[in-house]
């Protein structure tokens, strides 16, 4: 799978998150702090990441800043994304299957390496529900 990442620091889990996405056997591209010709803000970073998963050039993407909120709040200007925020395997395995979401943020001064290691085996196994109540859900959200 392709996944862009985005981080505003390298504070954090923010470099363990690709490592451990590339040691996983996954691509990926990086944006901002991750990435030495781009602006490291967390708007401008994860409106990238969120704009390669909508375009086509990811499957899916990881959004990072210091509390995740901003990172988060970005990515979810772009039609189409549908990030969360996941502080736990729980919250991620939800999003995925409840919320179909596409865009995992991800906060850099909470995320433990044990708890991203978590996160990321919930997301990536993480299917999204073919319950009719929760496809009319995703549905709707493209209504909005």
């Keep these: 799978m392709r996944i862009s990442v985005a981080a505003d620091s390298k504070d954090g889990v923010a470099e ?10 996954h691509e990926v ?36 800043c210091w509390t995740g909120t901003g990172a988060s709040i970005a990515a979810n200007k772009v039609p189409g994304i549908r990030a969360a925020l996941c502080v736990d395997a729980y919250t991620a395995d939800g999003a995925r299957k409840w919320n179909d979401a596409n865009v995992l943020a991800l906060s850099l001064r909470l995320t433990s390496e044990v708890v991203l290691d ?13 319950d009719s109540a929760d496809v009319a859900n995703i549905s709707h959200l493209d209504e909005i």
């Design 118 to 130: 978590e996160i990321l085996d919930a997301w990536l196994a993480g299917r999204p529900s073919a």
């Design 29 to 64: 591209v990086t944006h901002g702090a991750l990435s030495e010709e781009e602006r490291d803000d967390w708007a401008w970073a994860s409106e990238l990441a969120a704009r390669d998963v909508r375009e086509g050039r990811a499957d899916q993407a990881v959004v990072c």
């Design 16 to 25: 363990r998150v690709v490592s451990e996405l590339r040691r996983r056997g």
